[in-house]
């Protein structure tokens, strides 16, 4: 079989991350908020794409990535593994050879930053991918207001303006330092 349909970059990017993730940790659930917080990270990262993130109920989120998963899956590069319907798990499929050889130039320059960002990530629960990335977000919205920091008080701020009491002082504390010695967010 081969794919029928229109493919650009910012699908093989999709694929990518999946394969890599799945490598990463294949017993893990892949489901629609890891792809949507791995993909985050890679923008900030500087992986070229042209999806932008707003906040959403799980953190940052493109509309655009879900429906270019679902173009994924009716083509057949990826399929949805996950045996209950309220949840997702995505696993590469037949057509990924196909799509990976038509970008694989722009996924040899960007494989690096795909794979240390799945590396890092794809074990985490969707519950701190949605805390870390929200958080990230916030950083990135206070420090783009200009200043020169510090910028933990207003970001942690920002992001209980955001998020309520969803999360423990001590779990954002902890992964803001996380973030913060990891060089992503600055103390």
Not at 20 to 46: D, N, S
Not at 73 to 92: G, N, P, R, W
Not at 152 to 162: E, L
């Amino acid at each position: 079989m081969s794919l029928m349909l229109p493919h650009r970059w910012e699908h093989a990017l999709i694929a990518a991350t999946i394969d890599a993730a799945k490598k990463e940790c294949p017993y893990c659930h892949l489901g629609r908020t890891a792809v949507q917080k791995l993909l985050y990270f890679m923008k900030v990262l500087g992986v070229p794409m042209r999806y932008s993130f707003d906040i959403h109920h799980y953190g940052p989120f493109c509309a655009n990535i879900m429906h270019d998963v679902d173009w994924l899956l009716t083509d057949e590069v990826i399929q949805d593994s996950s045996s209950k319907q309220e949840a997702s798990d995505y696993i590469i499929n037949d057509e990924w050879p196909e799509l990976k050889a038509q970008f694989a130039e722009k996924l040899s320059e960007n494989q690096q930053v795909i794979e240390s960002v799945c590396h890092a990530l794809s074990d985490l629960s969707s519950e701190n991918l949605e805390l870390i990335a929200t958080l990230d977000f916030s950083y990135r919205w206070v420090s783009a207001k200009g200043g020169d920091g510090p910028w933990k008080t207003a970001t942690v701020d920002k992001f209980k303006s955001i998020k309520k009491d969803r999360f423990s002082n001590a779990q954002i504390d902890n992964w803001y330092d996380k973030l913060a010695n990891a060089g992503l967010i600055e103390a």
